[in-house]
């Protein structure tokens, strides 16, 4: 009798402590592993007004991106030589003429270069400091991945 108590006692521990362990794996796992949100990726709007091209969702690109909007602009300077501005923390008005296909190659571009996991392709990725060099880690499979200079 007195040996099945114990038995007894001791699987209700071990069942505690695993739900404990589970509890604390679950709040280990980075926050977008427990989002089951769709990922979407934006498309860039734009118009052309006479010699000028206006970006006209650049902010919010950037934003659905999760990516520093400066980060983005430098990005995008460097693609297209031309001058341009921010105007109304929303758009992003070009010197010069290109099309909407050009637009957003060149945001193709930088999600393949400063967004998608180069392990497996995943938006989810932060970008972090390790040893003074800027990296782009992946929140879905734990990648490490240098970035481009810019
Ligand atoms: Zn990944």
């Known amino acids: 009798m007195t040996k099945t108590k114990t038995e ?5 521990k071990i069942d505690v402590d695993y739900y404990k362990l589970l509890d604390r794996l679950y709040m280990a796992l980075p926050q977008k592993a427990k989002e089951s949100v769709r990922f979407e ?15 006209k969702n650049f902010v919010k690109c950037g934003k659905d991106l999760n990516r520093d909007q400066n980060l983005l602009y430098k990005f995008v300077m460097k ?3 031309t001058s341009s501005t921010v105007v109304n923390n929303q758009s992003l008005v070009l010197n010069g003429v290109f099309d909407n296909n050009k637009i957003n190659l060149i945001l193709t571009k930088f999600i393949n270069a400063y967004v998608l996991c180069s392990a497996c392709k995943k938006p989810d990725t932060n970008i ?7 990296v782009l880690k992946c929140s879905a499979c734990g ?3 240098a970035l481009p200079k810019l």
């Not at 007894?8 to 209700?12: D, G, I, K, L, R």
Request: net charge neutral.
């Open 143 to 145: 990648a490490v991945s």
């Open 79 to 81: 693609e297209i030589s």
């Open 8 to 12: 007894q006692a001791s699987t209700e």
């Open 128 to 134: 972090t400091t390790q040893n003074n060099i800027k």
């Open 41 to 55: 990726l934006p498309t860039a709007i734009s118009i052309i007004q006479g010699k000028q091209t206006i970006w």
